[in-house]
């Protein structure tokens, strides 16, 4: 029943692998995005899409790239991971509501970089 | 953080009592967004706001844009009620993006 899934749900990577977060969302919504939460931070945007092959940049986008492959699918790569990336990562997908995008989020995904 | 200011920052209540949070905007804002991050981690969208009042069960908010704020209460606060709420207000443009505030930690005590 979930509309935005996320896989993995935790994930352990060391410095200078590559780390691939997959979301997925069943809610036919055009618009995806990706977000981190740290302490102090709240959540940022990382990247974000308004269809299947695009991707733009949000407001922390360096260190990370997306994919939007089809309508239902959006990743997020880190090629080579860092300490500082490690945090808890959130997808989401949004619609037109009154006046705006109502956005929906997924369970998250804990993301650990040794 | 600094767009979006949520107020108090932390917050513990007796079940069965009232209270506000508050989220005061230092940016154009057309529609805002509450959640509530339970302890397993999970955002739940509570209310979407154009300017005006929503309410849903024991919740209630209030989108002002002219004032630039939102508030979001909470009668007869349960034990369930108990987490972090999160506003965020939706940027101007093309981006659809949400800004987030710093989230207000809501401890509901029996």
């Known amino acids: 029943e979930a509309a935005v899934t996320q896989s993995p749900r935790n994930k352990v990577a060391v410095t200078g692998g590559k780390v691939t977060l997959s979301c997925n969302q069943t809610n036919n919504h055009n618009n995806m995005y990706w977000y981190r939460q740290d302490t102090g931070h709240g959540l940022r945007l990382i990247h974000y899409s308004y269809g299947a092959g695009s991707t733009e940049k949000g407001d922390i986008p360096d260190g990370y790239k997306a994919s939007r492959p089809s309508q239902e699918n959006f990743s997020l790569i880190l090629e080579l991971a860092t300490p500082s990336q490690t945090s808890v990562y959130f997808c989401?997908?949004?619609?037109?509501?009154?006046?705006?995008?109502?956005?929906?989020f997924g369970p998250g995904t804990r993301l650990t970089v040794l | 953080g600094d767009q979006v200011k949520q107020s108090p920052s932390a917050l513990s209540l007796q079940e069965g009592t009232n209270s506000a949070l508050r989220c005061n905007f230092s940016?154009?804002?057309?529609?805002v967004q509450w959640f509530l991050q339970n302890p397993r981690g999970s955002l739940m969208n509570l209310f979407y706001l154009v300017p005006g009042t929503k309410e849903n069960g024991r919740l209630k908010s209030t989108f002002n844009s002219k004032e630039s704020y939102s508030t979001l209460h909470i009668r007869d606060a349960q034990l369930e009620d108990s987490g972090t709420y999160f506003c965020a207000a939706e940027s101007t443009g093309n981006t659809r993006k949400l800004i987030f505030g710093l989230g207000t930690t809501l401890q509901v005590q029996p």
């Open positions: 989401a997908s949004g619609d037109a509501g009154l006046g705006g995008w109502e956005q929906y």
């Open positions: 940016i154009a804002t057309t529609t």
